[in-house]
């Protein structure tokens, strides 16, 4: 699992308060095949719940999101047309009559930061414990 999703989801959940009702995640540059493998929508769900990187309950992530009613749809693509880098995200989120969109970067040892708030770059660098 990776920490560094697990913060990028944290800080959309964390904007909006709360869970989010439905998202939609990009990812840019991961591959389609391996995402389950590697955990990232697990990592990612379980950021949007607002779980710690270091919970346990992430492994059961996607019944969580069910029994929250976390409607979540995942898609991927090569390239990310906001940022040169490997791997990004891009989270679209609702809560009630809010909304965000959020990009993040994260590297393979958890280090994350945020690129992208509502469209205005950013960088703002995400702490991982």
Request: charged share 20%; with cysteine.
């Amino acid at each position: 699992m990776n920490a560094g999703v697990v913060t990028i989801g944290k800080f959309v959940h964390e904007i909006l308060g709360g869970t989010p009702q439905r998202a939609k995640v990009i990812f840019y540059g991961l591959s389609v095949e391996s995402h389950r493998g590697d955990g990232i929508d697990k990592a990612m769900i379980g950021g949007l719940l607002g779980l710690e990187t270091a919970d346990e309950r992430i492994l059961d992530a996607h019944l969580l999101a069910a029994e929250k009613e976390l409607d979540i749809i995942f898609q991927f693509f090569a390239a990310c047309p906001y940022v040169d880098y490997p791997d990004a995200i891009l989270v679209k989120a609702e809560r009630g009559v809010y909304s965000i969109v959020i990009g993040g970067t994260c590297t393979a040892d958890g280090v994350s930061k945020i690129f992208l708030v509502n469209g205005t770059p950013v960088d703002i660098p995400l702490p991982v414990p």
